[in-house]
């Protein structure tokens, strides 16, 4: 199975600064048909999870545009540019490019 | 839009099977991937498998040999049975629409676009 590493798993941040999380896999996680299924997810406290992007940087209906990502190959990032109250929660990156899809073990953003 | 429910016992013994249902409203159950994922207490996220409407499913092979992913389009409704359980299968369940593509047999994921609000299933005697 594909291992997804995120970091760091805890992130206090400022309100109004950015966040930045990493997610690397333990394989490229380009597909045979070019590209590349990385996506990220949002688990407010007590809530579902929700996605937020899909193939690394297509951002969700109604996800703010502070949410972005990025990255290729190995190597992702999902980045805030401006940290809001409503933004506290645990991140996971997931990967659908090799099957069983895995999920990171998540980062958790709080206000500091 | 579509909305998910998940249904079933909150206890189960160990050594039974553990049985949840999923009903989909809002939309139809045709033509999707429909997942199960759970996350144990404090922990992160499993993907367990998923089922097309066709009746087609395909398992995590860490579970395979306990799992069945079933789907019943007249009720609009799919469901999940783990047997077989001990404390580690504790978690809450979520029920899930996966966006899977399929392009020359292989496989591929956007991730899971609806959400259940899952459902607590405690394994103990």
């Known amino acids: 199975d594909v291992v997804m590493t995120q970091s760091p798993l805890s992130l206090p941040v400022t309100l109004g600064q950015p966040a930045s999380i990493s997610c690397r896999s333990s394989q490229s996680l380009v597909h045979s048909d070019g590209n590349t299924y990385l996506n990220w997810f949002q688990q407010r406290p007590g809530q579902s999870p929700r996605r937020l992007i899909y193939?690394?940087?297509n951002r969700d209906s109604g996800v703010p545009d502070r949410f972005s990502g990025s990255g290729s190959g190995t190597d992702f990032t999902l980045k805030i540019s401006r940290v809001e109250a409503e933004d506290v929660g645990v991140y996971y990156c997931m990967q659908g490019s090799h099957w069983p899809w895995t999920f990171g073990q998540g980062t958790k953003v709080e206000i500091k | 839009q579509v909305q998910l429910q998940e249904s079933g016992p909150g206890l189960v013994k160990p050594s039974e099977t553990l049985s949840l249902s999923c009903s989909v409203s809002g939309g139809s159950i045709s033509n999707s991937y429909w997942s199960w994922i759970r996350q144990p207490p404090g922990k992160g996220l499993e993907w367990i498998g998923y089922?097309?409407?066709?009746?087609?499913?395909n398992y995590n092979p860490s579970l395979r040999s306990r799992v069945t992913i079933s789907v019943d389009t007249s009720k609009s409704q799919f469901s999940l049975k783990l047997s077989s359980v001990t404390a580690a299968d504790t978690a809450v369940y979520y029920c899930?629409?996966?966006?899977?593509?399929?392009?020359?047999?292989?496989?591929?994921?956007?991730?899971?676009?609806?959400w259940g609000q899952g459902t607590t299933v405690t394994v103990s005697s």
């Open positions: 899930a629409r996966d966006n899977v593509l399929l392009w020359f047999g292989e496989l591929s994921s956007t991730g899971m676009d609806v």
């Open positions: 193939k690394v940087s």
């Open positions: 089922i097309y409407n066709s009746g087609s499913t």
